[in-house]
């Protein structure tokens, strides 16, 4: 059998380099080491006389880091391993059938670093940061945004009216659910010329630029067919529920290049990314995401009612989005990629008003804050919660505590008396 251990490995620039943790299951974390080495890359689970020197030369990758106290170890794998531009190739390696090896009780994919060759070979999002705001011709607060509850049930002129008074409320952003499609009480293409008609009418109104985000989750032909109909009737942004749909359905869309804004719904991500011990980190899939090209990504509610935030993951030591904010000191979705623009993270999942100062003091200004409940259920209705959300993010701009602030703005108070406040 190959040796796939060599702590003295000196990694190379054009490594794609994974860092894991790994919990044996009866052997020694060395040779559940190798194991997880050689199946995500050349070998098999014994020893093939069809193997030879030259294979064993250029493509064995090497565990060159194992840290029996944290279990985590790091394995450099020849960047001939992957297909530039292919992310299910790449994943199917290294995120492939390692986790369900017998060799292994658990393992999680905590990080990936790309090589330059395999970042250059994506696209990265069309539009970026920069590209968003000059669309939405927002400077530097953050972008406001609902999603149409309920999630399912409303017909195509109900849910163009909702999105009309959110976007009269003062929201930014108005976005379908991630399991709204085309059903038979909302057909797709009547629900987007409806609610691009209100979007029209609430820009005429108000002044400012307003974005419906039709959710264009479907077979890849058909979801590439709808993103066409959604910018043929002036929309200018699309979402994808990217775990659901995949990463070769992604990288279509992406390929696209229909010059739409792609924002990203991670419904499913939890089945592998909650288990602290198991699975694939929410940093791995940010990193995939924004190599293969979406604008905005949903990272999670830092301070709402989806698992990763904050308060419920500081003690098992891994905070998702601290992972993505914060890991190596600076933003994944922000940090320099050659030539990849950086992505906009969208916090979203239980939030309300009583959530966004101290959502805004440890996420900064570069996000979407995104509230679905936290909008419609204000005892005044959505127009009034869209309001308070505008009056929360405006009170932690202009540094008045929010109670201070909501002394002079009712639908804010009303919305602090129902939802509370989280600090
Ligand atoms: C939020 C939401 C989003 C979640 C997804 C929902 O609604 O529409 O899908 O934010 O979670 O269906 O839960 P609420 P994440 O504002 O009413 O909670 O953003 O963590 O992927
Ligand atoms: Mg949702």
Redesign the pocket.
């Known amino acids: 059998m190959l040796n796939y251990i060599n702590l003295k490995y000196k990694t190379l620039k054009t490594d794609l380099i994974c860092e894991f943790y790994l919990e044996p299951n009866k052997i020694t974390i060395e040779k559940a080491a190798a194991h997880v080495a050689l199946e995500s890359s050349i070998g098999t689970w014994t020893d093939i006389g069809t193997m030879n020197k030259r294979i064993a030369k250029t493509l064995k990758p090497s565990v060159f880091y194992i840290n029996k106290k944290s279990n985590i170890i790091k394995i450099a794998y020849s960047q001939d391993l992957f297909e530039k531009g292919n992310m299910p190739e790449i994943l199917s390696s290294i995120a492939g059938n390692i986790f369900g090896m017998s060799a292994v009780k658990n393992l999680r994919l905590i990080d990936i670093s790309f090589p330059e060759s395999i970042i250059k070979s994506f696209k990265g999002p069309s539009f970026g940061i920069k590209g968003i705001r000059k669309i939405t011709g927002i400077k530097n607060r953050p972008l406001t945004g609902t999603?149409i509850?309920p999630?399912l049930g409303l017909n195509e002129k109900e849910h163009a009216k909702v999105a009309y008074d959110a976007w009269i409320g003062g929201l930014d952003i108005v976005k379908d659910?991630?399991n709204l499609t085309s059903m038979k009480f909302n057909r797709f293409n009547k629900r987007v010329i409806e609610t691009l008609k209100m979007r029209d009418k609430a820009e005429k109104e108000t002044g400012e630029t307003k974005i419906y985000m039709p959710n264009v989750t479907a077979e890849t032909n058909e979801m590439l067919k709808r993103a066409k109909f959604v910018k043929a009737n002036g929309g200018r942004y699309i979402m994808i529920d990217i775990i659901t749909a995949g990463w070769s359905a992604l990288q279509t869309l992406r390929n696209a290049d229909l010059g739409l804004v792609i924002h990203a719904?991670?419904?499913g991500?939890a089945a592998f990314t909650r288990n602290q011990k198991h699975g694939i980190s929410m940093l791995t899939i940010a990193k995939v995401a924004r190599l293969i090209g979406v604008d905005q990504l949903?990272?999670?509610?830092i301070v709402?009612?989806?698992t990763?935030t904050k308060h419920e993951v500081k003690d098992i030591g891994e905070n998702i989005e601290n992972q993505i904010i914060h890991k190596n000191s600076s933003h994944i979705l922000e940090q320099k990629w050659y030539n990849i623009k950086p992505t906009l993270a969208?916090?979203?999942?239980?939030?309300h008003p009583g959530c966004i100062p101290s959502l805004m003091k440890i996420m900064g200004n570069n996000i979407v804050i995104?509230?679905?409940?936290?909008c419609h259920g204000h005892p005044d209705g959505t127009k009034a919660g869209a309001i308070a959300i505008r009056q929360a993010v405006n009170s932690s701009i202009k540094k008045i505590p929010l109670k201070t602030y909501a002394e002079g703005h009712k639908e804010l108070k009303k919305a602090l008396n129902k939802f509370g406040i989280i600090s």
């Open positions: 999603i509850k999630k659910d991630e719904h991670r419904a991500h949903h990272i999670g509610a709402g009612k989806m990763g969208v916090c979203s999942g239980g939030l995104q509230c679905g409940g936290g």
